[in-house]
Structure formats: C-alpha cells, structure tokens
C-alpha cells in the first residue's frame, strides 16, 4: 500500500499508476492543519472521477474526522484509522459509514498494541496495520529496531489471526532509498507473519512485492506436500498432516491470488 499525501493531487494519478495494490490518499499526518480541508476537496474531486483509494482519514475527536468519514463513505473507500485503540470509537466510525468504509486499524500507540485483539475484532475492522513511527516515539526507541517493536509486531499478528480477519500490514521503511534495509524489514515482517507493508515511495513497491510472494522453494516446498495425497505421510523426511496440508494450500493460494483488499 502506497501512501500519497492529500494535499498532493498532482500525485494521485502518479501513484495510482505506480504499481501498489492499494493508494492511500493522506488526509492525515501528511497534511497541514490549514490545508486539510482543501486536501479532503481534493481528494473526493479525484475519487468522483472513479478512482479507488484508501483514505487514511483524521483520528476521532479532532475537527476534521466527522467530514473525512463523510467523504470516504459517499465514494465507497475503505478508510485507515489512525491512533486506533478504542475498540468503541472504531465501532462508531463503522456505523456512521453505514457499512460502505471496510475499516484498517492503524495500531501506533502503546495503548493500540495492548487493546490488540479488541481493536481487531470490532466489527467493521477488516485489517490492522502497524504504526511503527508513531509507536517507536512513544516508546523511545528507534522505529527501525526490529528487536524493540518485536513483541509488538507478533501482538498484531496474533490478534489478527484470533480474530479471525486478515494478517496485518507492516508500517513503514523510512530510509526511501536504502534498499537493503528495505529487503530486511520485509523479511523480518514476514517472518513473524506480515502479509503486507506501508510504502512511502514508488521506490519501494516492486521490493515490498518481491519479499512478500512465495519464493521458488516455497513453491516446490507446496507442490510437493500437496502432491503426497491427504494422508499422514513425510516430504523430505518431514512429517505431513493436515495442517502442513492447509499451509501448503495458502502458499499457493498466495503466489495466485491479487492483493487488491484491504
């Protein structure tokens, strides 16, 4: 998922052609106080042309909120709420959307990552992501030490999973060209069960791809167990049931499947 500031219209139509599964037009951090109103115009001026986007809108109780929900739900838009740790305010921003704004809770604050499984299983919550920046400040520690925001990271991931909605997306790499920590951060993202990242540049996105699919050997790995029938058998001198059986399927499920939702 590419993020493109709101007060950017120049860069929507760049970005939406950049390649990401999913644009996010900004109408939060990325924007001035001033300048939201005109970037909230700007953005429902692009969406009413028929693109699609998430729209990460203002956190509840700040005076933007109410008219970015509003915007997000006349077009459809599934909407990334920012500092999302009351389970309650999230079930109102769905309710007021009236079912048309799938929800993506942005898990940035110490508080966010403790109410992990509540926030995850208010209805209208589809996904949750990772605010790595926003935490990291809170914690004082560096947002790119993977050791740090560990523990945090796999509370969302779990949560995620016993909640019964889609893996989280990861935050995101702030060293824009620096390729090499970009490819460590998605590995070590999908290590502990990421299925997806926030980027902040086109830069970013064919990386971002390449460490989130299946490799070679994944592929094979698959192949082969679905290969040896339904039955308690080895591959490879390791043994096979039915849940290296259902692993296998999401393996291959994933190398085939687009990843246009949230």
């Not at 791809?209 to 490799?215: K, L, M, N, Q, Y």
Request: with cysteine; proline share 6%; glycine share 8%.
């Amino acid at each position: 998922m590419l993020f493109v500031p709101g007060s950017r219209p120049d860069r929507f139509d760049k970005a939406a052609s950049a390649g990401a599964d999913l644009v996010i037009i900004d109408l939060e951090d990325a924007v001035a106080a001033p300048d939201k109103t005109r970037a909230r115009s700007d953005a429902a001026a692009w969406l009413s042309l028929g693109n699609r986007a998430v729209v990460r809108i203002n956190a509840s109780g700040t005076p933007w909120a109410e008219d970015d929900l509003r915007t997000a739900a006349e077009h459809g838009c599934p909407v990334m709420v920012p500092k999302a740790e009351d389970p309650a305010a999230l079930a109102d921003i769905a309710a007021h959307a009236g079912g048309r704004c799938p929800v993506i809770a942005l898990v940035e604050t110490a508080l966010g990552v403790e109410h992990a499984l509540t926030v995850s299983a208010t209805p209208g919550v589809v996904r949750a992501a990772f605010g790595n920046v926003d935490l990291a400040t809170q914690l004082g520690v560096s947002q790119d030490d993977h050791t740090a925001l560990a523990h945090a990271r796999s509370r969302l991931v779990l949560a995620s999973a016993a909640a019964g909605i889609s893996p989280p997306i990861d935050g995101v790499t702030t060293a824009v060209r620096d390729t090499d920590t970009l490819t460590a951060d998605v590995a070590h993202a999908r290590r502990l069960g990421f299925t997806g990242k926030l980027c902040v540049h086109p830069s970013q996105l064919a990386g971002v791809a390449d460490g989130f699919a299946p490799s070679e050997q994944e592929l094979r790995w698959a192949r082969a167990v679905l290969g040896a029938g339904d039955s308690v058998t080895t591959v490879d001198g390791r043994m096979v049931d039915k849940p290296v059986l259902e692993r296998a399927r999401r393996v291959l499920a994933l190398a085939r499947a687009p990843h246009t939702t949230p």
